[in-house]
């Protein structure tokens, strides 16, 4: 049947027309998008250097739930950094594992590290705000139990990216591991970040990641913590990025001394159910911020979309070397920028990936409507 059709070419002469310059159109629009991403990108400075030497005082924080081996493997990680003042308040929020007596365990070695233990679970910003109020510093720096920081200089680092400032945005980046859903995690980590850091630099700042994140105390008191979107269980990162930054009091950094890795997810099923969590905040954003994190995405599937149409009408040549074309440019715009932020996706996996991605996406708004409501973080 779709072989009759095609050999056929059953398609009207002016659909043909119309889903070409449609076609054309949707493909300039993407590596438009993608150039001015990585044009961004590429201005972010690769060190910051403190002409002073200021070294304040900071305060560590990272919320954890059932993270027990995450703990044992990464946090002394964090405790072991290079910096002459800070402190690790470590907020237990109700385990039901061994995590409270494996952070305990820390604290015959490690004088700065503060624990907190929650009774009962209220969700990640109750344990945050917990750790916030706890903190003695100003400034706060943020990062996940199942995270560790790439550098030994990484605290250092990040105050320096403060410069005059009051929030710098990490990468948080995902350790690479040989399974498609470890592939796809750092592919799509790459992709997201490439936007918010370019958006940012922009001076559109509208999200960060709690696995990488430094905000002054004062700033957060200023707008009276999470309040305004606590009824939520994620956006302790972006929502709260997108209600306190702009062009003016935001720096950000990517480089290895600024960046910290993290555990992937093991199945697709456990990826999906995440990434439900964190678009829950998305009803939420600026009009902005809405458009830019959905343009590529959406684009992206109305030109395979319009592609598939035009295969069928017979259009192979036009369509197949217009997909080509797209994504042999799209590698090469963010050859640099995979490079910079350790994306190590091969070139057949960046093919896969660039196909799957909406296949996924839509999967994760159908999970997140109708199938799955995360009530825990």
Same mark, same amino acid.
């Given at each position: 049947?779709?072989?009759?059709?095609?050999?056929?070419?059953?398609?009207?002469?002016?659909?043909?027309?119309?889903?070409?310059?449609?076609?054309?159109?949707v493909f300039i629009g993407q590596i438009a998008f993608s150039v001015f991403n990585n044009f961004n990108f590429s201005k972010i400075p690769?060190?910051?250097?403190?002409?002073?030497?200021?070294?304040?005082?900071?305060?560590?924080?990272?919320?954890?739930?059932?993270?027990?081996?995450?703990?044992?493997?990464?946090?002394?990680?964090?405790?072991?950094?290079?910096?002459?003042?800070?402190?690790?308040?470590?907020?237990?929020?109700?385990?039901?594992?061994?995590?409270?007596?494996?952070?305990?365990?820390?604290?015959?070695?490690?004088?700065?590290?503060?624990?907190?233990?929650?009774?009962?679970?209220?969700?990640?910003?109750?344990?945050?705000?917990?750790?916030?109020?706890?903190?003695?510093?100003?400034?706060?720096?943020?990062?996940?139990?199942?995270?560790?920081?790439?550098?030994?200089?990484?605290?250092?680092?990040?105050? #320096?990216?403060?410069?005059? !400032?009051?929030?710098?945005?990490?990468? +948080? &980046? *995902?350790?690479?591991? $040989?399974?498609?859903? /470890?592939?796809?995690?750092?592919?799509?980590?790459?992709?997201?970040?490439?936007?918010?850091?370019?958006?940012?630099?922009?001076?559109?700042?509208?999200?960060?990641?709690?696995? #990488?994140?430094?905000?002054? !105390?004062?700033?957060?008191?200023?707008? +009276? &913590? *999470?309040?305004?979107? $606590?009824?939520?269980? /994620?956006?302790?990162?972006?929502?709260?990025?997108?209600?306190?930054?702009?062009?003016?009091?935001?720096?950000?950094?990517?480089?290895?001394?600024?960046?910290?890795?993290?555990?992937?997810?093991?199945?697709? !099923?456990?990826?999906?159910?995440?990434?439900?969590?964190?678009?829950?905040?998305?009803?939420?954003? /600026?009009?902005?911020?809405?458009?830019?994190?959905?343009?590529?995405?959406?684009?992206?599937?109305?030109?395979?979309?319009?592609?598939?149409?035009?295969?069928?009408?017979?259009?192979?040549?036009?369509?197949?070397?217009?997909?080509?074309?797209?994504?042999?440019?799209?590698?090469?715009?963010?050859?640099?920028?995979?490079?910079?932020?350790?994306?190590?996706?091969?070139?057949?996996?960046?093919?896969?990936?660039?196909?799957?991605?909406?296949?996924?996406?839509?999967?994760?708004?159908?999970?997140?409507?109708?199938?799955?409501?995360?009530?825990?973080?």
């Amino acid at each position: 049947m779709i072989s009759t059709l095609i050999y056929n070419n059953w398609m009207p002469e002016i659909l043909v027309l119309v889903f070409s310059a449609l076609f054309i159109i949707v493909f300039i629009g993407q590596i438009a998008f993608s150039v001015f991403n990585n044009f961004n990108f590429s201005k972010i400075p690769k060190k910051y250097k403190s002409e002073n030497e200021y070294r304040p005082q900071v305060s560590v924080i990272i919320a954890a739930r059932n993270e027990e081996q995450n703990l044992r493997l990464f946090l002394p990680k964090v405790l072991n950094k290079k910096y002459d003042d800070f402190e690790v308040i470590l907020v237990n929020d109700a385990s039901t594992d061994s995590s409270k007596l494996v952070a305990e365990a820390f604290t015959k070695d490690y004088r700065n590290l503060i624990i907190i233990n929650i009774a009962e679970s209220n969700g990640k910003k109750n344990a945050l705000k917990k750790g916030i109020l706890k903190a003695k510093s100003e400034y706060l720096l943020f990062i996940d139990a199942y995270c560790y920081p790439v550098s030994e200089n990484w605290i250092s680092s990040m105050v #320096n990216a403060i410069n005059e !400032k009051d929030i710098v945005l990490g990468y +948080g &980046g *995902f350790k690479y591991e $040989n399974t498609f859903t /470890s592939k796809f995690v750092n592919y799509d980590t790459f992709q997201i970040a490439i936007q918010y850091f370019s958006a940012a630099r922009f001076g559109k700042p509208y999200m960060g990641v709690g696995r #990488n994140l430094l905000y002054k !105390k004062s700033v957060w008191e200023k707008v +009276g &913590g *999470f309040e305004s979107h $606590n009824e939520i269980l /994620s956006g302790d990162d972006d929502l709260f990025i997108s209600e306190v930054a702009n062009a003016n009091n935001t720096s950000t950094c990517i480089t290895n001394e600024y960046q910290t890795m993290s555990v992937p997810v093991k199945t697709i !099923k456990e990826l999906v159910r995440q990434k439900s969590r964190h678009i829950s905040t998305a009803h939420r954003y /600026s009009i902005f911020a809405s458009i830019f994190t959905t343009f590529d995405i959406v684009s992206r599937s109305l030109f395979y979309l319009i592609a598939i149409l035009l295969l069928l009408g017979g259009q192979w040549i036009f369509a197949l070397s217009l997909i080509i074309l797209r994504i042999l440019l799209l590698y090469l715009i963010a050859w640099d920028r995979r490079k910079t932020l350790n994306s190590k996706i091969s070139f057949h996996y960046f093919i896969l990936f660039d196909i799957f991605a909406p296949i996924f996406y839509f999967a994760v708004v159908i999970s997140n409507r109708f199938i799955i409501k995360a009530k825990t973080w």
